[in-house]
């Protein structure tokens, strides 16, 4: 076996088992692409949520589905801080919206 020097390729990202790793350490490229992926998911399912014939409690599920299996999927490889947490909080609220409409506040309907 020859001995000898190695080159490296030095990168700013890098995907590792679906999740998103930086040189710096840091989770916003990786909460976007969770959030990037989830609305995916949802606007394939567009039609189930629009639907006046779904349940409401089934709404609610495929909701739950896609913030809890798509937005979280590796997330014990990461840890969130404020700012992460509360974009995917922003994400969840979105999609509820989307699905049931807005909501009245006061005398005013907010979206």
């Known amino acids: 076996m020859k001995r000898g020097t190695y080159n490296f390729e ?4 890098y995907t590792y088992l679906g999740t998103i790793l930086t040189n710096k350490n840091e989770l ?9 992926n989830a609305n995916r998911a949802y606007y394939a399912l567009l039609l189930l949520p629009k639907s006046q014939s779904v349940l ?7 909701c739950k589905a896609l ?14 801080n404020k700012d992460n947490a509360k ?7 979105n999609v ?3 699905m049931f409409g807005g909501i009245k506040v006061i005398e005013n309907w907010r979206k």
């Not at 409401?56 to 495929?62: F, G, W």
């Not at 913030?67 to 969130?80: I, K, P, Q, W």
């Not at 974009?87 to 609220?93: E, R």
């Open 87 to 93: 974009q995917l909080a922003t994400f969840q609220g």
């Open 10 to 13: 030095i990168v700013r990202d």
């Open 96 to 98: 509820l919206r989307r």
């Open 28 to 36: 916003a490229p990786e909460t976007e692409g969770r959030i990037t």
């Open 56 to 62: 409401r409690a089934e709404k609610i599920k495929i």
């Open 67 to 80: 913030r809890r299996l798509v937005t979280t999927y590796g997330a014990e490889s990461f840890m969130l």
